[in-house]
């Protein structure tokens, strides 16, 4: 059955004592082979000229399949300004983008989009694209490839129907009050007041830092674990500056001291 | 029919005594067990850093970007590297018959590259880098590489003229494709345009610099990870075995084959790319082409142990080198599926190269490198001092790998699947990468796991090798390998 003829070829004394036979090469392994050589020709000759199946082709391919299958996938639906879309427009609004935006749509980490100022524009149509392809640049996420034209038109039309046009804040609003020397005027008095802590927290920090405090976007803030320090002086100083590079806004021109200190209380104390 | 030849161990030294430089084939030795556990340990820390960020403890000189790299360097080329050239050293003077043609380029060759490697290790992790994957070294670490290279070259090809020998054993084909190839591809690849002492722009842009990278990138698995070792396996392997080489034939196709159709295969890492479709399509049918060559290789590894498969049942070296083999086989019918397109789309940039990557780089270097020091302590120090030490690395090595590649299979399957996965909307259903990569982290825990062992492994063989050059340990042990040559 065997073809091999297992006669050594006899140079052992020039290879180190290694013997060297001369079988014949098995017959799959050269099947095996000429068949690769075989599909590898093929493969050219198919992918360029017989089925000219170009990077190029194939996407146009898959883009047409799936432009039968979800036909209204590529375009831009109306704005409609029905209870329900606006209804279906707040629920994706809180859901999405209360975290950047601030539930009453007045900003955070990204603009506020209630005023008359538009870095995109604020017509239907620039509100669809710019939430269909973000703004990648500046953090603004590409919303179409995730929820859809259809979706993108509701929270389009209740983001417009939210939008009042008040004149956007002056720079002047800043309270004069805000400590000179910023980063070191943490305020010393950390009593609070009477602002009541609890509510400013829900009003302000639930959409990064969620309702129990277990953390979303910004990190978890009922754990022993503190990045930037865990004592109420440090929670105070991390409230008011803010860590800018992570995302973590500066609420010292958003909220009085005695507010900074209330919600500083409340965080401090809090528990489930 | 079976014609039965016996080679006595001793052959090889019965031909009138030449006086062999053992100091250089010493000295590579002990670099390729010290780099093997620095560049593993690496490999295990970032292991460790994916499956949980801490372990970057917070500073940038150890954090992923920066340790990746060290990782890739210390075992592409302290491990392996060492590994060849303690093999080289050690089996061409025997091979020709001759000492090397000069012990000043040797001692240049071996003090030059550690000098390199350490410079590898002192300036990634500070963040200067080329960016080019394997060619991460700046430019006059560049330059000393390959003046370092040509000495070597000098060196290897000067042993060779001077040789006591006609005849070229197959060995010596593979080692000087390594030789040969290395050189072209190192200086071609890193041409750059110095702006300062540490920085460089390439000559090449674009679309050229890439596939230049990646002609360079696979070459280097080519000619650095499979050639040179396929080289050793030629010579360690009849010897541990002591079988004669199943075909002389098969030896002389494969050979020219392997070379000829690997350099073509680059454009398979650029799939999908700006490159254009032609030298795409080039480098898959190539690539395909590659698998009966390389599995030639195979088959000659395999069928010289016709004959001695029950000592591989009792002898560590040649199970390390058994399953070394298998997993070049694998590793090289898997990369020429994951070169068709189709299933690149779904691999690329998935765990799954990840996986490939270490069913060579752990399978077939790592368990080719562990064999052959295993095969040498006998032969250089007379003894092993905890034979039974070497099964232990061998079991732990050989789970660690199933663990490691296992892992990164179900990784890259799982992502690749996640990312494309679209709902009946039309809509992508995981939008959110963090979800997807949320799903990875058992992966990367079983991964740094099956990491874990095999570099346990190589802890124990570094403090056996090291009890055995120290004489200690019980020095009347029956060796697991075969007697020292006299
Ligand atoms: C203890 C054993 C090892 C462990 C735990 C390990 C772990 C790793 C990890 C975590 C990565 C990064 C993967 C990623 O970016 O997602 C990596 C990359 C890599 N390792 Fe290892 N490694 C080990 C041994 C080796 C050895 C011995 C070699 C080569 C001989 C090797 C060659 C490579 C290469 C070439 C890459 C880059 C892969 C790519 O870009 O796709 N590793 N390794
Ligand atoms: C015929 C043999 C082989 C072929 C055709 C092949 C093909 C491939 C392909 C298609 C990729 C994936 C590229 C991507 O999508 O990014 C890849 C990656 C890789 N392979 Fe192989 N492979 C082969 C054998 C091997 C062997 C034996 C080793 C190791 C010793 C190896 C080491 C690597 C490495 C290090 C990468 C990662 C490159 C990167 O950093 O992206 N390959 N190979």
Redesign the interface.
Known sequence: MSKNT????G????????????????DW?IG??FL??I???W??AD??FITPT??EAHYEAEMAA?AE??PD?GKKAERDDSPETLALGKELYTANCVACHMADLSGGIGPNLKDSEWIHGGDYESVVNTLTNGVAAKGMPAWG????PKKVAALASYVLSENTGEAPAAPAEEPAAAPEGGAEGTPTDVEAGPADGKAIFEKNCVACHKADLSGLVGPNLKDDEWIHGGSLEEIVATITNGVPEKGMISWKTQLSDEEIAAVAKYVFEYED | MNVHVTQPETQGSAAPAVDYDEKIVKQFFTATVVWALVGMLAGVWVALQLAWWPANLDNPYTTFGRLRPLHTNAVIFAFAGNTVFLGIYHSMQRLLKTRMFSDALSQFHFWGWQLIIVAAALTLPFGHTQSKEYAELIWPIDIAIAVVWVVFAINFFGTIAIRKVKHLYVAIWFYMSFVLTVAVLHIVNNLSLPVSFTKSYPIYSGMTDALVQWWYGHNAVAFFLTTPFLGLMYYYLPKAANRPVFSYRLSIIHFWSLVFLYIWAGPHHLLYSALPDWAQTVGAAFSIMLIAPSWGGMLNGLLTLRGAWDRVRTDPVLKFFVVAVSFYGMATFEGPMMSIRPVNGLAHFTNWVVGHVHSGALGWNGFMGFGILYFLAPRIFGRIAKPSWVETHFWLGTIGIVLYIVSMWSAGLTEGLMWRAVGEDGLLQYPNFVSIVDRLNLFYWIRFLGGAMYLVGAVMMAWNLWLTARGGGSPDAELPVAAPAK
Do not use: K, M, R
């Open positions: 297992d006669e050594v070829l140079h052992a004394d020039e290879s180190d004592g290694i013997e060297e036979y001369d079988n014949p090469l098995p392994w095996l082979f690769t050589i599909w590898g020709v493969h050219i992918w360029h170009s990077n799936a299958q979800w996938l490839p995730v929820l859809g």
